[in-house]
Nanobody, 124 residues
């Protein structure tokens, strides 16, 4: 059973930055990030996928241009760099891993493993 280990959450003022990390025991086809704010459903943040050309990433509209996902394949670790943070980014952030090719994406049902979640709090 895979255990994804997240780290890097915390509290920051609006406009600040945080970087989250998610370490896995092996490489996965897709590594995604999701978040869940209090009283809301979990939502897609972004994903990085492997491909013959090196991989691709895409993001939710709400974070595009502010957040960036990167992957260190040697360490089986994926990062979520969050810049220009806003109070509405406050949530528990989860990483997720999808094993099979062409899975993952924005649909959380396509992911096989999940991290424990890490709290991000942005104050105004």
């Amino acid at each position: 059973q895979e255990q994804l280990v997240e780290s890097g959450g915390g509290s920051v003022q609006a406009g600040g930055s945080l970087r989250l990390s998610c370490a896995a025991s092996r490489r996965y086809y897709a590594m995604g990030w999701f978040r869940q704010a209090p009283g809301k459903e979990r939502e897609f943040v972004g994903v990085t996928t492997l491909s013959w050309s090196g991989g691709s990433t895409y993001y939710a509209v709400s974070v595009k241009g502010r957040f960036a996902i990167s992957r260190d394949n040697a360490k089986n670790t994926v990062y979520l760099q969050m810049n220009s943070l806003r109070p509405e980014d406050t949530a528990v952030y989860y990483c997720a891993a999808a094993s099979r090719a062409n899975t993952g994406g924005s649909d959380e049902r396509q992911y096989d493993y999940w991290g424990q979640g890490t709290q991000v709090t942005v104050s105004s």
